[in-house]
């Protein structure tokens, strides 16, 4: 939304002001990146619910277990259940 006003030629504090949006916080966003354990828990999350399509038995401990053999990331059990929380809010009644 930001962008799209810039790119139509208005300043960025007027845009702020409209937004009610401290310039402190905009720039603060702009330098934001995510954290390793961020990157890694999406990484993960994206692991977990590829093998789950794929085997839609399989629960949270042979998904922990296939993820081990395969060394591509360190995981812990909280980490495996997290993105099937997820997954199960997305089955249907």
Do not use: C
Not at 25 to 50: A, C, F, G, M
Not at 62 to 79: G, L, P, S
């Amino acid at each position: 939304m930001i962008q799209d006003q810039l790119s139509r030629g208005h300043r960025i504090t007027v845009i702020l002001r409209a937004l009610r949006i401290p310039s402190s916080t905009y720039y603060d966003w702009l330098k934001w990146h995510p954290k390793s354990r961020n990157r890694r828990r999406i990484k993960l999350k994206e692991l977990v619910q590829v093998l789950w399509q794929r085997r839609k038995f399989y629960g949270y401990v042979r998904i922990a277990k296939r993820i081990r053999q395969n060394r591509t990331i360190f995981v812990r059990t909280i980490d495996i259940l997290a993105p099937f929380q997820f997954v199960n809010s997305q089955l249907p009644p």
